[in-house]
């Protein structure tokens, strides 16, 4: 039986992590390991899942404004594709949006506007289109939708 866990992102995953980015992100700029250990030294959000003790999913984000109206940022969130459609996205995201909500933080995140699951998973998740960023992506030059979530008390 698999074993699925969920916990911190540690800086020794940032190995896995940015191969996980190569194949996922392909024809952008995946992120390096050395972006992930940078993300994860600076205290931000980051979190794991893990399959029998194989980093299969990672998630993060950051806090870009304090009170009187907090504000949070998704950095990233990605699962790996033999591990994809089993609701491991919707974990990782459900423990990004914990801290940001319990800080009454609204929530902006860019999601390919190709990507229509993650879109999906989003808008279930009580996000909205807000905005269209052209080209967003490099080098694809893929465009991305920006998503918000208002603050959750």
Same mark, same amino acid.
């Given at each position: 039986?698999?074993?699925?866990? *969920?916990? =911190?992102?540690?800086?020794?995953?940032?190995?896995?992590?940015?191969? $996980?980015?190569?194949? @996922?992100? #392909?024809? +952008?700029?995946?992120?390096?390991?050395?972006?992930?250990?940078?993300?994860?030294?600076?205290?931000?959000?980051?979190?794991?899942?893990?399959?029998?003790?194989?980093?299969?999913?990672?998630?993060?984000?950051?806090?870009?404004?304090?009170?009187?109206?907090?504000?949070?940022?998704?950095?990233?969130?990605? *699962?790996? =594709?033999?591990?994809?459609?089993?609701?491991?996205?919707?974990?990782? $995201?459900?423990?990004? @949006?914990? #801290?940001? +909500?319990?800080?009454?933080?609204?929530?902006?995140?860019?999601?390919?506007?190709?990507?229509?699951?993650?879109?999906?998973?989003?808008?279930?998740?009580?996000?909205?289109?807000?905005?269209?960023?052209?080209?967003?992506?490099?080098?694809?030059?893929?465009?991305?939708?920006?998503?918000?979530?208002?603050?959750?008390?």
């Amino acid at each position: 039986m698999t074993r699925v866990v *969920v916990g =911190p992102l540690l800086r020794a995953d940032a190995d896995r992590c940015a191969e $996980l980015e190569e194949i @996922l992100f #392909p024809g +952008d700029d995946p992120w390096s390991a050395q972006a992930f250990r940078d993300e994860i030294g600076a205290g931000h959000v980051y979190v794991g899942v893990r399959s029998d003790d194989l980093l299969v999913g990672y998630a993060g984000l950051a806090f870009t404004a304090g009170p009187p109206q907090p504000e949070a940022e998704v950095h990233t969130i990605g *699962v790996d =594709p033999a591990h994809q459609g089993r609701g491991l996205g919707r974990v990782l $995201l459900h423990r990004l @949006l914990t #801290p940001a +909500d319990e800080a009454g933080a609204t929530i902006f995140l860019e999601v390919r506007t190709d990507n229509e699951p993650a879109r999906r998973l989003y808008e279930s998740e009580g996000f909205e289109i807000v905005g269209v960023r052209k080209r967003y992506y490099r080098p694809s030059g893929a465009d991305a939708y920006t998503m918000r979530r208002d603050a959750r008390a």
